[in-house]
T-cell receptor
């Protein structure tokens, strides 16, 4: 099946710094990617929909200035957590839409665990 | 608007016993329904999905789910539990197979020896 990768898998940063997380579709082009966050022992909450070549669509309650999303190519979307604070510590998961004929499904990345000290 | 409700945050069964994880959905459009499994500190793995074809959907690892429109349910079952089935399971819904997916709260499955 299709593969989606995330980098880094784990990151620890100091409070106030910014962290960039990459999501790549390895063997298909993805015009649409999604970003989720998951707190410990909780479900996945959709943060935003990332569209190649246009602005991301954020879910209600998600700060667009804090969680910057860039989808500059058909295989890469990035999520930048700006001025990170300990409450931003979470598991961030992306998914990518594979819309090739006969497929049209989503594949999830392995996740990135962010710890803000 | 779409949502899913998973009944039971934790289910424990004996090895070899039937696994039943419950999921009810709400959707204003014909739904696409999914079950995902997540092992500790890992991403999601798709178990199976319903896309308006057959109401009984077979997935990987011996799991299957039945779409019941009259009950707005999509329960996940497996005839005989294995120790390796211990994980977190998420039911999810979307308006199509590739639009944004809304997840349920998850059910942790434990397997007793």
């Amino acid at each position: 099946g299709a593969v989606v990768s995330q980098h880094p898998s784990r990151v620890i940063c100091k409070s106030g710094t910014s962290v960039k997380i990459e999501c790549r579709s390895l063997d298909f082009q993805a015009t649409t990617m999604f970003w989720y966050r998951q707190f410990p022992k909780q479900s996945l909450m959709l943060m935003a929909t990332s569209n190649e070549g246009s602005k991301a669509t954020y879910e209600q309650g998600v700060e667009k200035d804090k969680f910057l999303i860039n989808h500059a190519s058909l295989t890469l979307s990035t999520l930048t957590v700006t001025s990170a604070h300990p409450e931003d510590s979470s598991f961030y998961i992306c998914s990518a839409r594979d819309f090739r004929v006969g497929t049209d499904t989503q594949y999830f990345g392995p996740g990135t665990r962010l710890t803000v000290l | 608007a779409q949502s899913v409700t998973q009944l039971g945050s934790h289910v424990s069964v004996s090895e070899g016993a039937l696994v039943l994880l419950r999921c009810n959905y709400s959707s204003s459009v014909p739904p696409y329904l999914f079950w995902y499994v997540q092992y500790p500190n890992q991403g999601l793995q798709l178990l199976l999905k319903y896309t308006s074809a057959a109401t009984l959907v077979k997935g990987i690892n011996g799991f299957e789910a039945e779409f019941k429109k009259s009950e707005t349910s999509f329960h996940l079952t497996k005839p005989s539990a294995h120790m390796s089935d211990a994980a977190e399971y998420f039911c999810a819904v979307s308006g199509s197979s590739a639009s944004k997916i809304i997840f349920g709260s998850g059910t942790r499955l434990s397997i007793r020896p």
